[in-house]
Antibody, heavy 121, light 109 residues
Framework: QVHLVESGGGVVRPGRSLRLSCTASGFSFSDYGFHWVRRAPGKGLEWVAVIWYDGSEKYYADSVKGRFTISRDNSKNTLYLQMNSLRAEDTAVYYC??????????????WGQGTLVTVSS | FVLTQPHSLSESPGKTVTISCTRSSGSIFSNYVQWYQQRPGSAPTIVIYEDYQRPSGVPDRFSGAIDRSSNSASLTISGLKTEDEADYFCQSYDGSKRVFGGGTKLTVL
């Protein structure tokens, strides 16, 4: 059974950093690509970043490019999102999501329950 | 490009509702469209993928379509149930990036 658990959220001051983690189980982690998607309070879903199954390709939304870094550790079955220079507008619930098929990069299929990041002074 | 959805829709149980998702530039046929349902306090779940495919476990009351003339995708839910009340989002691709529509709040009452 596919299981994704995000962690690392919390309250952080503007300009500071935070690293989110997403621990996976129930499937072969290294065979799949992953996404980070966020939802700010009162707003819709916003795609943040994607990483291919082998980590060879990474892409970012313009709103986070240069500040956020997506990465993975296949030995730990864990996906990361390093968030630097945080802004108030980064306040959101952050979800990790897995691609539907192995060895490809497409759309968010299975989602975790999310972790809340609040950027506030 | 932008994917535009109606902000909100309301319909009665047992009725049919259609949610549109209009692509602002480029052809809607250029990239697959997915649809997600998100209930309050829960993570999104996929209800339609690759324009009209329905994942196992999603009732056949949910269907997807693409319309060339309006350059839009649509999600139709028939035989509405109160449990269908949720936010619905369309999603497609812009090169290597993914794009979500603004979302539609569906009220069933």
């Amino acid at each position: 059974q596919v299981h994704l658990v995000e962690s690392g959220g919390g309250v952080v001051r503007p300009g500071r950093s935070l690293r989110l983690s997403c621990t996976a189980s129930g499937f072969s982690f290294s065979d799949y690509g992953f996404h980070w998607v966020r939802r700010a309070p009162g707003k819709g879903l916003e795609w943040v970043a994607v990483i291919w199954y082998d980590g060879s390709e990474k892409y970012y939304a313009d709103s986070v490019k240069g500040r956020f870094t997506i990465s993975r550790d296949n030995s730990k079955n864990t996906l990361y999102l390093q968030m630097n220079s945080l802004r108030a507008e980064d306040t959101a619930v952050y979800y990790c999501a897995r691609d539907p098929q192995e060895f490809s990069s497409s759309w968010p299929y299975r989602w975790g329950q999310g972790t809340l990041v609040t950027v506030s002074s | 490009f932008v994917l535009t959805q109606p902000h909100s829709l309301s319909e009665s149980p047992g009725k049919t509702v259609t949610i549109s998702c209009t692509r602002s530039s480029g052809s809607i046929f250029s990239n697959y469209v997915q649809w997600y349902q998100q209930r309050p306090g829960s993570a999104p779940t996929i209800v339609i993928y690759e324009d009209y495919q329905r994942p196992s476990g999603v009732p056949d009351r949910f269907s997807g379509a693409i319309d060339r003339s309006s350059n839009s995708a649509s999600l139709t839910i028939s035989g509405l149930k109160t449990e269908d009340e949720a936010d619905y989002f369309c999603q497609s691709y812009d090169g290597s990036k993914r794009v979500f529509g603004g979302g539609t709040k569906l009220t069933v009452l």
